[in-house]
């Protein structure tokens, strides 16, 4: 089993957009299209990558844990948790409907 990953330098910048105050927004998702409005199409196929690498079953909820709470994201979690943030993004990208809107939503 791994004991550390090594993040995509795409997945830091993801991370940055993960502020504090989420709470301001309706829901998580709302959170979650900011950072990924913020990608170009390019990175965020390359955070999709990462995301299909790291969230596979052999990768400890701890381990996925210790990953966001040392990247840049400003609010932290336990690493189920973050799991299920973390899938949650991969389906907001595979459900891209190509859309200009589709990353401004909010909800």
């Known amino acids: ?9 795409v997945f830091l910048k993801f991370t ?3 502020i504090q105050d989420f709470e301001m927004f309706e829901s998580l998702d709302g959170v979650l299209l900011l950072g990924l409005y913020h990608l170009t199409k390019k990175e965020r196929n390359e ?6 690498s ?3 079953s052999d990768i400890s909820d701890r381990l996925i844990g ?3 709470n040392t ?3 400003e609010f932290g979690a336990e690493g189920k948790g973050i799991r299920w943030l973390l899938n949650r993004t991969v389906e907001l990208i595979e459900g891209d409907d190509g859309t200009d809107g589709y990353y401004l939503r909010r909800s």
């Not at 089993?1 to 330098?9: D, G, H, Y």
């Not at 955070?47 to 299909?52: E, K």
């Open 47 to 52: 955070l999709n990558t990462f995301l299909a």
């Open 66 to 68: 210790d990953l966001w």
């Open 71 to 73: 990247s840049n994201a």
């Open 16 to 18: 940055g957009y993960m």
């Open 1 to 9: 089993m791994k004991k550390s990953i090594t993040p995509a330098p």
């Open 54 to 56: 790291l969230l596979r």
